[in-house]
């Protein structure tokens, strides 16, 4: 790949975090070296355009020089809305 094949790609990877994801954009250019996901924020249904959404922020924050770092247990942040949602 040339330079400027990698520089119109990484263009291009910037220009769909920043529409697709403008929070996370906003995020990465914040003065903190972590980004928090939660894990069932990509892809919480298993979506193959989620997973490669999920790989091109990692691969953006990166880019800003921030670690990214995964939480939560798969489906949490859905069970708990479940379980407020049955005890009203």
Known sequence: ???DERMQRESGLIATI???????A?????DAELVLLHQ???AADYQDD???????AI???GLRGKEVRVIGKNRSSLGNVRDRTYRT
């Open 40 to 42: 069932d924020a990509f």
């Open 18 to 24: 920043r529409k697709k994801l403008p929070e996370f």
């Open 50 to 56: 989620e997973y490669l959404l999920l790989g091109m």
């Open 59 to 61: 691969k953006y924050a």
């Open 26 to 30: 906003k995020a990465c250019a914040d």
């Open 1 to 3: 790949m040339t330079n």
